[in-house]
């Protein structure tokens, strides 16, 4: 067994990516020959060979290092896993069947995920949406088995499983998870019906293909109607190759887990990449990274269970920055890594000053399974970059024409729109009316972002083709709130977009053109807006009219300009320290040829000896922002 569990070729060291030819030298052997899983079920007992008396899983109640920790090792989940997939299989799950679930992050999570992987289809859903999305998701998947956390004070999942159980035309089984079930009705406690099933073998005898599918992941934001992306099992097993691959993993290391499983970040990136590589997975109790004790009780937690990663997304990095570290031996830390939505450069290089880590961006979406691109650990960061891809990943810059069409691709350091393909790639939607434009030739799929490649390869993200605001790694689809806006009876245009936030990364803003002779009052609009969406977090936080909109040649709304017009607002809203003291300072946002945005910040009238002090305090004042900025002398 060789130091990578998941790969056949490699011996007792990982290879060095210190070039772009090594990746390409590495790369001559086909993938196919090197995998040494099929399906995440293989993966599993991959990870577990290494040592099944390792902790798979150590789940802490309250996301505190004097937790006494639940145990759970390699050789009980495999166990339960295979119980799992046998449960379901009883239930009637076959391979094209479909077991959804609504679950916190307890150790049964996991096992219902992978379980539901080897006996059929997961579809882990976000139990934090609104029951009217959650039964379009249940709906959409044809779910056939539906796995929930029974009725316990301080959560309404169960209250939401009542009220969407009826419209579920193909659902045949409820199962609670920590509760007693009623099976007159339908509902089995977990605990009941998995202590009879076997742990050693799969009942149904499946041999389960790379290219079955493994799951459905929920994407295109909480509003609007849900696309379902399918994954295979190649898929997925490939992201948990190539980040354990990249970040050099070792059986026994561990990670402090706090992620949702209905993002293919928690799922994949960190779960099945830690579970596959004979490492522990630390939960940070059942509401992971979103228990105020988790990010509290940060560096006591890594000074205990000792990960090598502080791997999260960019507001939870961000937050940890703020914690005092006190005596804590955090020296077990090797990188930090983030993804979901950019990483702010200022939050990065803060974290390489203050913890003198290497920060390990990624890019992906759930398209892709996940991660596509990273910064490589060999060479050297490149903040801002989201970095190369992993092996067997492809990555081209091209133009689109208006409908969507190749036109031809781009050259280094030219900005257009970023596609992607390799192993980790899915195959479509489950819906085909959802693929139309989703692929250029065929299969590269169309991320919607725009970006760029730098002369060594690296990406770099300017900015988004498409529309969806990206809230702490929350992704929000205006088109919804659009719409509500259009319903208002003063409104004749409206337009949301993302407005930048030090904390959050992204917040919606509205603009509306009112109609000739109408008027609002304040607050009016953000008021019906609230009234009409189950959405908190999709509520612009402003809705400013302006006339005219702009629009493009064809007439649509210039959303460019409503950007810049948002980020120039908030901008001079944070500088405001600097004008209030009499500093005459003026910002603009707007175009620039590779960074995509750019905020220049034009000062006049500073005396000589206190321009560099003033241009400093600028850096420090829109440092925390995306967007990168220039001082210029007016």
Not at 511 to 525: D, F, H, N
């Amino acid at each position: 067994m060789g130091i990578h569990l998941l790969d056949r070729a490699i011996g007792s060291d990982y290879p060095t990516f210190a070039s772009t030819a090594d990746i390409r030298a590495f790369e001559q052997m086909p993938y196919g020959e090197r995998i040494a899983a099929q399906s995440t079920y293989d993966a599993l007992k991959c990870g577990a060979a290494a040592n099944p008396d390792a902790p798979a899983i150590q789940f802490l109640p309250n996301a505190d290092p004097a937790d006494t920790p639940v145990v759970i090792s390699y050789r009980d989940f495999v166990a339960r896993v295979t119980q799992a997939a046998n449960l379901f299989h009883a239930l009637g799950v076959g391979p094209d069947d479909v077991v959804s679930f609504m679950l916190p992050l307890v150790p049964d999570a996991f096992v219902t995920l992978f379980g539901a992987e080897a006996a059929g289809i997961a579809n882990p859903v976000n139990p934090l949406l609104e029951p009217h999305q959650i039964a379009e998701i249940l709906d959409a998947a044809k779910t056939k088995v539906l796995v929930a956390l029974g009725p316990l004070p301080g959560t309404d999942i169960w209250q939401k499983v009542e009220k969407v159980r009826g419209s579920c035309k193909h659902l045949k089984a409820i199962v609670q998870v920590l509760g007693g079930g009623d099976p007159a009705n339908g509902i089995h406690a977990f605990n009941d019906l998995i202590g009879p099933q076997p742990g050693d073998h799969l009942v149904s005898g499946r041999q389960i293909k790379a290219s079955d599918t493994a799951a459905y992941f929920h994407t295109g934001g909480t509003t609007g109607t849900p696309k379902l992306v399918r994954h295979s099992h190649g898929n997925q097993v490939y992201q948990a190759w190539g980040v354990n691959l990249i970040l050099k993993a070792k059986p026994g290391g561990t990670l402090l887990f706090g992620m949702p499983l209905f993002h293919v970040g928690g799922s994949l990136t960190q779960a099945l990449q830690t579970l596959s590589a004979g490492g522990s997975l630390v939960v940070l109790s059942g509401a992971g990274w979103r228990n105020p004790n988790a990010v509290r009780n940060i560096w006591g937690l890594v000074e205990r269970f000792k990960p090598e990663t502080l791997s999260s997304v960019p507001t939870v990095l961000a937050a940890t920055l703020a914690v005092p570290q006190g005596q804590a031996d955090i020296s077990s830390l090797r990188y930090a890594a983030g993804g979901g939505s950019a990483i702010p450069v200022a939050v990065g290089q803060a974290i390489m000053d203050k913890l003198k880590l290497p920060v390990v961006e990624v890019y992906g979406m759930t398209e892709t399974a996940s991660v596509h691109t990273m910064a490589y650990p060999d060479q050297p960061i490149r903040l801002g970059s989201v970095g190369l891809p992993l092996p067997y990943a492809q990555v081209r810059i091209v133009k689109l024409d208006a409908d969507g069409h190749y036109e031809r691709d781009c050259a280094t350091d030219e900005i257009g729109v970023v596609i992607m393909a390799g192993p980790g790639v899915f195959s479509g939607y489950l819906d085909d009316t959802h693929n139309r434009g989703a692929f250029v030739d065929g299969h590269w799929v169309n991320s919607g972002d725009l970006g760029r490649l730098d002369a060594d390869g690296f990406l770099w993200i300017t900015g988004r083709a498409k529309d969806l605001v990206i809230r702490g790694g929350h992704n929000i689809d205006p088109a919804p709130i659009e719409e509500i806006l259009f319903q208002h009876p003063s409104v004749g245009f409206a337009a949301v977009v993302g407005q930048p936030d030090a904390y959050a990364g992204e917040l919606p803003i509205g603009y509306v053109q009112l109609k000739p002779g109408a008027s609002v009052q304040p607050g009016e609009l953000e008021d019906w807006v609230r009234a009409r969406t189950p959405e908190r977090a999709a509520v612009p936080v402003q809705i400013i009219p302006i006339d005219p909109m702009p629009v493009t040649g064809v007439g649509k709304v210039f959303k460019p300009q409503l950007r810049w017009d948002a980020a120039t607002r908030v901008f001079t809203k944070v500088l405001s320290q600097l004008t209030d003291r009499g500093v005459d300072c003026s910002v603009k946002v707007g175009a620039h040829g590779s960074h995509g945005s750019l905020a220049t910040v034009t000062l006049r009238d500073v005396p000589a000896e206190s321009r560099e002090a003033v241009e400093n305090e600028v850096h420090a004042l829109l440092a925390p922002f995306v967007i990168r900025h220039e001082v210029v002398m007016g």
